[in-house]
């Protein structure tokens, strides 16, 4: 199947992070110059992007940082013709307060609208374009952990339906992508989770086993190509079946 990626400019934000340097590999082995975008750590973004990529530094609370960005991914590879947003900002503070649910709205959802909105007019331009919002099965599966990371991929997935309305006619398709649980080294490090978590939500999971970097990859680069000519509005959950066992 020919993706059509070869030589496509690729935004991937978040890139330092186990799911976003999966997502990143896998575009720059399609022949994607990928632009891997970071805030906290830049090598692991640098490793992911592939020879024909480059690194950007994304501060999603700071809408003059994305309009930065993208002018940097546009003079030096072009026209960003997928957008992946992946980036996440965990609460600063524990217990949430509400000033964390603010906090966490600005970057987590409002920041990445405003990313979205910055890569639009080049496409529009294209008359060509993929979004893939990168959300969690938290949204209907919610944890006691906590509200703030599932209020914002909520409101993501609810701005992802108005963009597939409005973008559609420009020859721009939004989707979203919802991996469950996944195997990242940050999911074996949290309190509560780590292997007795991974074990246990494996035993639930249909396949026998939970989400990884690489499961979450393969869907969103199919949904973020030109492979993907009609699916639109869409949320392609990645969980292995687990949403069917209760």
Not at 81 to 95: D, E, H, T
Not at 112 to 124: F, K, Q
Not at 129 to 156: M, N
Not at 230 to 236: C, D, F, I, R, Y
Request: glycine content about 12%.
């Amino acid at each position: 199947m020919d993706l059509g990626l070869d030589g496509a400019v690729v935004l991937v934000t978040g890139a330092s992070g186990a799911i976003g340097r999966a997502i990143a590999r896998a575009y720059a082995q399609e022949g994607a110059r990928v632009a891997a975008g970071w805030y906290g750590n830049e090598e692991p973004a640098r490793e992911a992007a592939g020879e024909k990529g480059m690194t950007v530094r994304i501060d999603q609370s700071d809408p003059a940082s994305m309009a930065a960005a993208v002018r940097e991914v546009m003079r030096t590879l072009g026209p960003v013709a997928v957008l992946v947003a992946n980036a996440v900002s965990w609460p600063s503070r524990a217990p949430e307060t509400w000033e964390s649910l603010a906090e966490g709205f600005t970057v987590n959802a409002v920041g990445t609208l405003t990313l979205v909105d910055a890569v639009l007019p080049g496409m529009r331009e294209a008359g060509w374009g993929r979004v893939v919002i990168i959300s969690s099965d938290v949204v209907d599966q919610p944890v006691p952990a906590g509200f703030v990371y599932p209020a914002a991929k909520g409101a993501l997935e609810t701005a992802v339906n108005v963009l597939a309305l409005r973008e559609a006619p420009h020859g721009i398709l939004t989707n979203v992508v919802r991996p469950g649980f996944t195997l990242t080294e940050r999911a074996l490090s949290t309190p509560g989770f780590g292997r007795e978590a991974v074990d246990s939500e494996s035993a639930k999971t249909p396949t026998g086993r939970i989400c990884t970097p690489e499961d979450v990859a393969s869907a969103v680069v199919y949904l973020g190509s030109a492979a993907n000519g009609h699916a639109n509005g869409e949320t392609l959950s990645v969980a292995g079946g687990r949403h069917l066992v209760r």
